[in-house]
Structure formats: C-alpha cells, structure tokens
Nanobody
Framework: QVQLVESGGGLVQAGGSLKLSCAAS????????MGWFRQAPGKEREFVAT????????YYSDSVKGRFTISRDNAKNTVYLQMNSLKPEDTAVYYC???????????????????WGQGTQVTVSS
C-alpha cells in the first residue's frame, strides 16, 4: 500500500514559480514509477509529467515541456514538480500518482496508476 500527500500549491502570478512535493509512505516507493497530473474545472484529468523508478527517465506533456521539471528523492520517499514560467492556463488541481510497485517506467495514462494523492490547488493569476 502506498499513500501519497501533495503539498506546495498556492497562488502565484503569471511568470512565477512553484515547487510541488509529493510525500509517499510505504517501502515500495523506490520501485514505483511516479507521475503528476492536473485537472482544471470542467476538464478531464490530464498528464503533466512522469518519472521512472530510478529517476533516469522523464517525460512531459507538450504544454509544460521546458517549463516544468519532475524529480524524485528515493531516500526521502518524495517526488517533486518544479514549475517555472507559470501561465494562467496552468491553473488546476495537481495530483501525484504511483504505479504498482515493480513497474519501473512511467506512463501518460491515468488508468495505469494505482495510487493517487488528494491533490493540491495551483492558481496562476494574470
């Protein structure tokens, strides 16, 4: 069982930065690929970024590539999302998610993640 708790969301002006954290419980964190997703009001949940269990492979959606960076610290059971050059269209609830332990590669698809956090609100004002 893996429990995920996001933090670091808030209100920021366009062009600003935020760093989200996702703390995981459970000994299997280091063997799980992780992902960040977001959901804006009235929209479907969308992929943001994913990272392999080792941290060696990352993928980003086109909308955040070059602005966001996903990373992880397996010693701290934490995955991060550094968000720079934020835009109003980045406003959403951001969720971290974990794949089943033993699945080392990330995924673009929400249904391939077994564990989800409760989400943290990010609001970017223009």
């Amino acid at each position: 069982q893996v429990q995920l708790v996001e933090s670091g969301g808030g209100l920021v002006q366009a062009g600003g930065s935020l760093k989200l954290s996702c703390a995981a419980s459970g000994r299997t964190f280091s063997s799980s690929a992780m992902g960040w997703f977001r959901q804006a009001p009235g929209k479907e949940r969308e992929f943001v970024a994913t990272i392999s269990w080792s941290g060696g492979t990352t993928y980003y959606s086109d909308s955040v590539k070059g602005r966001f960076t996903i990373s992880r610290d397996n010693a701290k059971n934490t995955v991060y999302l550094q968000m720079n050059s934020l835009k109003p269209e980045d406003t959403a609830v951001y969720y971290c998610a974990a794949r089943n332990p033993g699945i080392s590669t990330g995924s673009w698809y929400p249904y391939e993640y077994k564990y989800w956090g409760q989400g943290t609100q990010v609001t970017v004002s223009s």
